[in-house]
């Protein structure tokens, strides 16, 4: 059975982080891919940690990203400087690392096509840089260009540099590593919000600003969703009051949730941080550790009844950097409740700026996916 380890540490300076994650590790054994996931403290660092990592394993393939917050089984650092690593062995040629995708595919298909496509790729783990606009468009058209390949991940999050790995250091766009259809992999996601009120209609609209909800006023439907103690004072819907978007088609009911950017109460008019049309419905949510809770525990049970009690072999994790300490509070809630229920296995991820799950660029959600042998 082919192996994963895992390793994390947090120290001030990056050699002893690094030193530490691989102490961990021990013999690498035959693995041939690597996950690095480090905070920001480090974001200027990533290049010498990644030749360091090079040299000191033999491992040549390498995927990751810097963020705000990184966790590993059973616990998260936020800020302070942390590395966590994992190490997988997979067989030969059930994989790809690919570069960064900015908005042209043509690079893309040159490079992997044939593999893709003879490999019935299916599956793969992106990470993707959210100062490019482009990027929610970049994951449907990898999703598609793979033949409805399921995609996972999360999108950077930094206070410095923005910078992913795909091999080397990159940036700009959406890199990852691309897997066989020999590789078994589940995954999951949980919601962290929850919605309020009934689903209305955007009647009327124009880009991000929703003018009309059910042909009324916009601010008028959502002061009433809301209720009269919020609707009294706007300034205190802000980080704890969002838009939700259903997902047409969804037999689960799933919505993507988009912050509250603009209230104009002289125009009665919302702008949200997506855009939409006439025609697509939309609701509203509130952010809810108890619901969030409650919903990361119900994932979690239908991913262990999935698993009809295989531990697995390991897996990576990307929840939202609104999520972990910042939702469920202090002392890896978050990370504690996917070990309790799942069992001791090597996992690593990072709190994102977005979650990737499929084809969709979440918010305010976790997604896991587990290695299955």
């Given at each position: 059975?082919?192996?994963f380890?895992?390793?994390h540490a947090?120290a001030?300076?990056?050699?002893?982080?690094?030193?530490?994650?691989l102490q961990q590790?021990g013999?690498?054994g035959?693995?041939?891919?690597?996950?690095i996931y480090?905070?920001d403290?480090?974001?200027?660092?990533?290049?010498?940690?990644?030749?360091?990592?090079k040299?000191?394993?033999?491992l040549?393939?390498?995927?990751?990203?810097?963020?705000?917050g990184?966790c590993?089984?059973g616990?998260?650092y936020?800020?302070?400087?942390a590395i966590?690593?994992?190490?997988?062995e997979?067989?030969?040629?059930s994989?790809?690392?690919?570069?960064t995708?900015?908005?042209d595919?043509?690079?893309?298909?040159n490079k992997?096509?044939a593999?893709?496509q003879?490999r019935?790729?299916?599956?793969a783990?992106v990470?993707?840089?959210?100062?490019?606009?482009h990027l929610?468009?970049l994951?449907v058209?990898?999703?598609?260009?793979?033949?409805?390949a399921?995609?996972?991940g999360?999108?950077?999050?930094?206070?410095?540099?923005?910078?992913?790995?795909?091999n080397?250091?990159?940036g700009g766009g959406l890199s990852?590593?691309?897997?066989s259809?020999?590789?078994?992999?589940?995954t999951r996601?949980?919601?962290?919000?929850?919605?309020i009120g009934?689903?209305?209609?955007?009647?009327e609209s124009?880009?991000?600003i929703?003018?009309k909800l059910?042909?009324r006023?916009?601010?008028?439907?959502?002061k009433?969703d809301?209720?009269?103690?919020l609707?009294?004072?706007?300034?205190?819907?802000?980080?704890y009051?969002f838009a939700?978007?259903?997902?047409?088609?969804?037999d689960t009911?799933?919505y993507?949730v988009?912050n509250l950017v603009?209230?104009?109460?002289e125009?009665?008019?919302l702008?949200?941080?997506d855009?939409?049309?006439?025609?697509m419905s939309?609701?509203f949510a509130r952010?809810?550790?108890?619901?969030a809770?409650e919903?990361l525990?119900?994932m979690?049970?239908?991913?262990k009844a999935?698993?009809n009690?295989r531990?697995?072999r390991?897996?990576?994790?990307?929840?939202?950097l609104?999520r972990g300490?910042?939702?469920f509070?202090?002392?890896?809630?978050?990370?504690?409740?996917?070990q309790q229920?799942l069992?001791?296995?090597p996992?690593?991820?990072?709190?994102?700026?977005?979650e990737?799950?499929?084809?969709?660029?979440?918010?305010?959600?976790g997604?896991?996916?587990?290695f299955l042998?």
């Amino acid at each position: 059975m082919s192996q994963f380890k895992m390793g994390h540490a947090s120290a001030d300076n990056w050699q002893v982080a690094a030193y530490q994650c691989l102490q961990q590790i021990g013999s690498v054994g035959q693995a041939n891919l690597g996950f690095i996931y480090a905070t920001d403290q480090f974001a200027g660092e990533m290049g010498e940690i990644l030749v360091y990592l090079k040299q000191e394993t033999g491992l040549q393939h390498w995927v990751g990203s810097v963020a705000m917050g990184v966790c590993a089984t059973g616990i998260e650092y936020f800020d302070k400087p942390a590395i966590v690593i994992l190490l997988a062995e997979f067989p030969e040629d059930s994989f790809q690392v690919f570069s960064t995708i900015t908005d042209d595919f043509s690079g893309f298909i040159n490079k992997h096509q044939a593999w893709y496509q003879s490999r019935q790729a299916l599956f793969a783990i992106v990470h993707g840089d959210p100062n490019n606009r482009h990027l929610p468009k970049l994951i449907v058209q990898l999703s598609e260009q793979i033949g409805d390949a399921f995609l996972v991940g999360g999108l950077t999050s930094s206070r410095n540099y923005y910078v992913q790995v795909a091999n080397e250091l990159v940036g700009g766009g959406l890199s990852g590593v691309l897997f066989s259809n020999e590789i078994a992999v589940a995954t999951r996601l949980t919601q962290g919000c929850s919605t309020i009120g009934t689903r209305h209609e955007i009647t009327e609209s124009d880009q991000n600003i929703i003018i009309k909800l059910d042909h009324r006023p916009a601010l008028d439907v959502f002061k009433e969703d809301i209720g009269d103690i919020l609707a009294r004072d706007l300034n205190r819907v802000a980080g704890y009051i969002f838009a939700a978007l259903p997902i047409q088609g969804s037999d689960t009911g799933d919505y993507l949730v988009r912050n509250l950017v603009g209230i104009d109460t002289e125009n009665k008019l919302l702008a949200i941080g997506d855009y939409v049309e006439p025609g697509m419905s939309m609701m509203f949510a509130r952010r809810d550790a108890q619901t969030a809770r409650e919903d990361l525990e119900k994932m979690l049970r239908h991913l262990k009844a999935q698993l009809n009690g295989r531990i697995p072999r390991g897996g990576v994790y990307y929840s939202c950097l609104g999520r972990g300490e910042n939702l469920f509070g202090k002392d890896s809630v978050e990370l504690r409740l996917i070990q309790q229920q799942l069992g001791h296995f090597p996992l690593v991820g990072f709190f994102a700026n977005g979650e990737i799950s499929h084809h969709r660029l979440y918010g305010y959600t976790g997604v896991l996916t587990v290695f299955l042998s």
